[in-house]
T-cell receptor
C-alpha cells in the first residue's frame, strides 16, 4: 500500500451537473477527512469520518455536498448542481491516531474540479 | 477570520543557507502544529510537528520552534537544498469528535537558488 489514492485526478464539468469523487485511504487508517483548496489558499476542512460515521461537517459544506464512507473503507464526495464557485482542488486525507504525535494526516494528490 | 497566517507568500534562499518560514496563529486552543510541504500536482506531505507543550522539535535538517506567548511558530531548514523548493503550509490542529481537524495557513513558496 502506497498511500491515499484519489480518483479522478481532474474533472471538468458544466455548471448544474453532478460530480462524484472517490478517495481510498491508507488501509489501516480509520479516520478520513475531506478538504478543499482554492488558488492561493491553504486547504480548508470540509468533513470527517471515523470508520463509517460522519462525525463533523464544516459550514462550508452546503446542502449540495454529500459525503459517504460505506463500510468504513473508501469514501465518496458528491457535489450536486455544481456552480462555478465549486471549482477547486478537493483533497482527501487519512489518519490513525498516534497519541503523542498528534494524529498526522496523510493526503492524497487531490481531484481538481473545474466548473465551466 | 484567518486563524493561521503565513504572511510571506514567497521566500528565496541560496543553497546551503538557512531557510526560515514563519507562521502566526490566533486560537490558543490549538494543541499541535504541523508543517506540510507541497510539490506541484501532489498532495501536501507531512514534514514535522510539535506539541503545544513543547518549544522545539528537530528532525534532521528541519527544526520547528514554538513561541506560545507570541502565538508564533517557525520552521528552520539548514542547510537548504534545491529539493526543498516547494510550497510550505503551516497547520494547527483543533480537536473535533474523536480526532483533530487541521487549520492551514495560506502557504509560503520557498525557492532554493543554486
Amino acid at each position: 500500500d502506497t498511500g491515499v489514492s484519489q480518483d479522478p485526478r481532474h474533472k471538468i464539468t458544466k455548471r448544474g451537473q453532478n460530480v462524484t469523487f472517490r478517495c481510498d485511504p491508507i488501509s489501516e487508517h480509520n479516520r478520513l477527512y475531506w478538504y478543499r483548496q482554492t488558488l492561493g489558499q491553504g486547504p480548508e476542512f470540509l468533513t470527517y469520518f471515523q470508520n463509517e460515521a460522519q462525525l463533523e461537517k464544516s459550514r462550508l459544506l452546503s446542502d449540495r455536498f454529500s459525503a459517504e464512507r460505506p463500510k468504513g473503507s473508501f469514501s465518496t464526495l458528491e457535489i450536486q448542481r455544481t456552480e462555478q464557485g465549486d471549482s477547486a482542488m478537493y483533497l482527501c486525507a487519512s489518519s490513525l491516531y498516534q497519541g503523542s504525535v498528534g494524529n498526522i494526516q496523510y493526503f492524497g494528490a487531490g481531484t481538481r474540479l473545474s466548473v465551466l | 477570520d484567518q486563524q493561521v497566517k503565513q504572511n510571506s507568500p514567497s521566500l528565496s534562499v541560496q543553497e546551503g543557507r538557512i531557510s526560515i518560514l514563519n507562521c502566526d496563529y490566533t486560537n490558543s486552543m490549538f494543541d499541535y502544529f504541523l508543517w506540510y510541504k507541497k510539490y506541484p500536482a501532489e498532495g501536501p506531505t507531512f514534514l514535522i510537528s510539535i506539541s503545544s507543550i513543547k518549544d522545539k522539535n528537530e528532525d534532521g535538517r528541519f527544526t520547528v520552534f514554538l513561541n506560545k506567548s507570541a502565538k508564533h511558530l517557525s520552521l528552520h531548514i539548514v542547510p537548504s537544498q534545491p529539493g526543498d523548493s516547494a510550497v510550505y503550509f503551516c497547520a494547527a490542529s483543533e480537536r473535533i469528535q474523536g480526532a483533530q481537524k487541521l487549520v492551514f495557513g495560506q502557504g509560503t513558496r520557498l525557492t532554493i537558488n543554486p
